[in-house]
């Protein structure tokens, strides 16, 4: 198994703490992982983008060029991460927030209005786990639970409720289907 | 017989390898003596610079570590905190500290470095060969500046004690001569009043020696000691620029 | 020890010096290396060390040259440009035969560059660097767990030696969060034993001084000598590096830190075609293991070197080899290839073998009991394949 992940949002979408879960979930299951933030001069309100690498074998670059899956939260990250993916590749689509729908054929496609759902379960500060339930669900690179068990390595200060909710937001994401 | 001028237990017995007339001497005594009449030479680490006193790691008689020019107040941060029971000191000529190394001299009194600094300002970059300073007054000749140093092209010497009083780091700035005995004499209460300071913990001390340079003025030892009363001193006003009495003053005020 | 966490390469960097016994830091900001000083800043005080952002990378070095001659068990770090001002001050730690330990995350150069990962210090890392004759021991890791092991390695060869030793990273392994195991007890500071030169409580003993002059005629070279000597002993003994399925490899990769795990993917790819391809990764880049690639040459049939630099690595490989075989080169100047882009340039060095030997690699091929004999080039037929030096690409 070999998972390259690209996620891409706006800063203070959680794309990047997102990221760092996936990779520690990975981590948990006995996986080989690799997180590496695309990082650069600082500014508020750019788009942020990492790469995650979850494999059974051993990660070689940690920056994801062709990806497997991308998630991408907002317009402009369509626009970059869209042409990137591998033919087969998968795609979600914050359809909440990304109005275009995407060009490609050759690819999977899952479009989860995760704005809409984190607002649902009472704030939009976990579209962030919407999309990566959602990852979780359609990739199978890691596990709703290696997730959860990942959320307080992460979040070390996050109060119960919080990390509950968390999971929520992981779970609801998980039902999302791809075309 | 009664030895009443000994050589200090502060200064390594041997001949000292300065040009007739030069200050260095002198200064270099004053810190010996400091050293042994404050019992602490055997806890001191002495940074010398590059220049004319770059040898002063064989004079002194206590640890001691040569490096790059300019640096000495670094070198001195590193070593006084890595070990705090010791004192440190810098020393220092014009070229090293006013200006390759200004921006060590700066910071070190902005984060009152507990460090003692001797700067030696003799107006003129000695070992090198006479060039222009950024202390060489204006008119002065220099190697560089051969026909006098004109603001136009070569700007405006640099004062450091009024420089880095403003800074509130600054825990003891004074100004001092070596031309005359008696002043000779108010540098050695100047130095020793630096590590003083440094003992008590109080943070930065600079003393500012106005230094002969016979060789690279040019002149005579006697028309350099006259020179240092005439021309230097109107420029480089003699004095205390801050005290730590001062400081704790000010710092109370604000409270 | 056992358990694996996950961390940032920069900060496992810092964490693993702190614990191989590092109490003195002083740094200066500059990309990507900014979270080992930021790191630092809250760790080391509640270690009873000291912390200090210089006010510059000038300041920084010779802050450690002072902490450094008290014996302390101190660090900097910083990027290329940083890096080039630190030199002065690393040739007046090698001139003083102080040990200290420092690390580069490497950036796109010259000039201010970009701050992407890149290998251009290359040559400033393993011919010194700064001005005059000396070395610095250069470790190069290629994960994030051996940027948390290797500091201690570090620091036991610097001490071991007096002199600096470094670790030579790049923005992606300082960026990048990977598994980690620490795999030694932290040590304590206290259990360190003084040897003789550090500066500091003198009661009872002769004066100290630390400097890196002699002017005395003829002084200097006798100096010199005696560090040549010590650098020959480090030639013989330290060398580390890695090979990889290069008993049979006719083709063997050469590359060092982020460059060789992209070689290593492209190296699977190979083999799962059925080319017969090896990687060698020096681990150590001074000392540079010259004799094992020396060895290598006499039974592999080509070296491709990858490198994130216009060829400054490959100078040392064919240093190594001196002719005995042919070395390409695959280039990316402040470019990051990715395994597939590697793995083309793999397959054509490859097939790039003159058709005889690739078809026949065996025993004919070798002259036996002439072992370091330079092959017979087949007449004039493959000549030198033109060189492979990529206009990269990311500029």
Known sequence: ?179 | MELVNKWPAGLVEMPLRYCPGCGHGIVHRIVGECLEELGIRERTVGVAPVGCSVFADDYFNCDMIQGPHGRGPAIATGIKRSKPECIVFSYQGDGDLASIGMAETIHSAARSENITVIFINNAIYGMTGGQMAPTTLIGQKASTCPRGRDPKVNGYPIRICELLQSLEGASYLERTSVHTAANAIKTKKAVKRAFQNQIECKGFSLVEVLSMCPTGWEATPLNSVKYIADKMMPLYPLGVYRSPEQREQKEGGAA | MGEKILMKGNEALAEGAIRAGCRFFSGYPITPQNEVPEYMSWRLPDEGGTFIQAESEVAAINMIYGAASTGMRCMTSSSSPGISLKQEGISYCAGADLPFFYANVVRGGPGLGNIAASQGDYHQSVRGGGHGDYRVLVLAPNSVDEMANFPKKCYELAFRYRMPSMILADGILGQMMEPVEFKFEPVDPKSFKEAGWELGLAAGRRKRIVRSYDLREGELEKINAARLKKYREIEEKEVLFEAKQCDDAELVVVAYGTSSRIAAAAVKMARDKGLKVGLFRPITLWPFPKKQLAKLAEKSRKFLVVEMSMGQFVDDVRLAVCGRIEVDLYARPAGIPSGEETFAAVEKSYKSMTPARAAAPAKTAKPKGKPGRPRKKPAKKAGRPAKKTRKGGRR
């Open chain 1, 1 to 179: 198994m070999y998972q390259g992940i690209r996620m891409s949002g706006f800063g203070g979408q959680g794309v990047i703490s997102a990221g760092i879960l996936l990779a520690q979930a990975g981590l948990l299951e006995g996986k080989n992982v690799s997180w590496f933030p695309a990082y650069g001069a600082e500014m508020r309100g750019g788009t942020a983008n990492c790469s995650v690498v979850v494999a059974d074998d051993e990660v070689s670059s940690p920056i994801v060029s062709r990806p497997d899956t991308a998630v991408v939260l907002n317009e402009p990250s369509l626009a970059k991460f869209e042409p990137m993916l591998k033919p087969g590749g998968l795609l979600i689509v914050n359809s909440s927030l990304v109005n275009t729908k995407p060009k490609r054929t050759d690819i999977r496609v899952a479009l989860v209005p995760c704005n809409a759902i984190a607002q649902e379960l009472g704030t939009i500060k976990i579209a962030n786990m919407v999309a990566l339930g959602a990852l979780a669900g359609l990739t199978g690179a890691v596990s709703i639970e290696a997730i959860a068990k990942a959320l307080p390595k992460v979040f070390k200060r996050a109060k119960p409720e919080i990390l509950e909710l968390n999971v929520k937001a992981l779970k609801k994401g998980a039902e999302a289907k791809a075309e």
